[in-house]
């Protein structure tokens, strides 16, 4: 079954950079699009970023356009998001998906998994 785990997340002072990362495990195939999702406390969840199966195609919110980019390494079935300048607003959970919806929209998912913490400190 496929299975998409983040990690890298972590407590960072505002202006400074982490970069997250996806492993995929339980496929064959690198043809699929990945998502970058995030919640903050209080609030729904949101989209981050995606990319295409090919890495070519990518798109962002317009919150993190410019700062954050995403990428993809398919010989290791995984993707990253490098987050620079980070802002207090970046605190959140981040969680990565394959996109069931349009790229930029958030997925329909019944479970989304722990995800990965990042918290931005002033």
């Known amino acids: 079954q496929e299975q998409l785990v983040e990690s890298g997340g972590g407590l960072v002072q505002a202006g400074g950079s982490l970069r997250l990362s996806c492993a995929a495990s339980?496929?064959?195939?690198?043809?699929?699009?990945v998502g970058w999702y995030r919640q903050a406390p209080g609030k729904e969840r949101e989209f981050v970023a995606a990319?295409?199966?090919?890495?070519?195609?990518?798109y962002y919110a317009d919150s993190v356009k410019g700062r954050f980019t995403i990428s993809r390494d398919n010989a290791k079935n995984t993707v990253y998001l490098q987050m620079n300048s980070l802002k207090l607003e970046d605190t959140a959970i981040y969680y990565c998906?394959?996109?069931?919806?349009?790229?930029?929209?958030?997925?329909?998912?019944?479970?989304w998994g722990q995800g990965t913490q990042v918290t931005v400190s002033s």
């Open positions: 998906k394959v996109p069931n919806r349009a790229l930029t929209e958030v997925p329909e998912y019944d479970y």
């Open positions: 339980g496929r064959t195939d690198r043809t699929y699009n």
């Open positions: 990319i295409g199966w090919s890495g070519i195609n990518t």
